[in-house]
């Protein structure tokens, strides 16, 4: 059974630090493209950071690039997001999500970041 | 960057209704589209892929078209648990873009 479990979340003051991890199990994660997708309370989806098998190719939302940093390790079958410069529209759920480009789509139950002074 | 919007933004319609939403795209994205159901809490779903191909599991009541810069996702006899926001997905290039999402609540 495919899983994806998310971690790290919490409440970080505006211009901190803050790591998230999801956990992957259930298939061959090396094989497999990875996102970030995020949702501020009681807003829509918003695709964060995708990384590619190998790590080739990584992008970014505007809206995070230069402050996250997206990193997957494939011996510890999980998966990073960095965030640093933290600001209060940051605030969401943060989903990771196994390459919704396929067929088949998988995604975890999220963490919450609040970013509040 | 391609953008996406959704109409409507909500509507309300009574179990049995057939519903009706659009996703249009900025610039053409051949079929690489998805539909994404979300209730609250939960993480959202995916319905329908590559535009209209349905999602292994999913209720043979929804059904997506379209091609280009429009799409179409189609329920045609509401029950209870369809009642939910409902988001397109672009994926056709960077950076992916949701739909802004449609709810549909109970009339």
């Known amino acids: 059974e495919v899983q994806l479990v998310e971690s790290g979340g919490g409440l970080v003051k505006p211009g901190g630090s803050l790591r998230l991890s999801c956990a992957a199990s259930g298939f061959t994660f090396s094989r497999y493209s990875l996102q970030w997708v995020r949702q501020a309370p009681g807003k829509g989806l918003e695709w964060v950071a995708s990384?590619?098998?190998?790590?080739?190719?990584?992008y970014y939302a505007d809206s995070v690039k230069g402050r996250f940093t997206i990193s997957r390790d494939d011996a510890e079958n999980s998966l990073y997001l960095q965030m640093d410069s933290l600001r209060t529209e940051d605030t969401a759920v943060y989903y990771c999500?196994?390459?919704?480009?396929?067929?088949?789509?998988?995604w975890g139950q999220g963490t919450l970041v609040t970013v509040s002074s | 960057d391609i953008q996406m919007t959704q109409s409507p933004s909500s509507l309300s319609a009574s179990v049995g209704d057939r519903v009706t939403i659009t996703c249009r795209a900025s610039q053409v994205i051949r079929n690489d589209l998805g539909w994404y159901q979300q209730k609250p809490g939960k993480a959202p779903k995916r319905l329908i892929y590559?535009?209209?191909s349905l999602q292994s599991g999913v209720p043979s009541r929804f059904s997506g078209s379209g091609s280009g810069t429009e799409f179409t996702l189609t329920i045609s006899s509401l029950q209870p648990e369809d009642f939910a926001t409902y988001y397109c997905l672009q994926h056709n290039s960077y950076p992916f873009t949701f739909g802004p999402g449609t709810k549909v609540d109970i009339k």
């Open positions: 999500a196994r390459d919704i480009t396929l067929i088949v789509d998988y």
């Open positions: 590559a535009a209209s």
């Open positions: 990384i590619s098998y190998r790590s080739t190719y990584i």
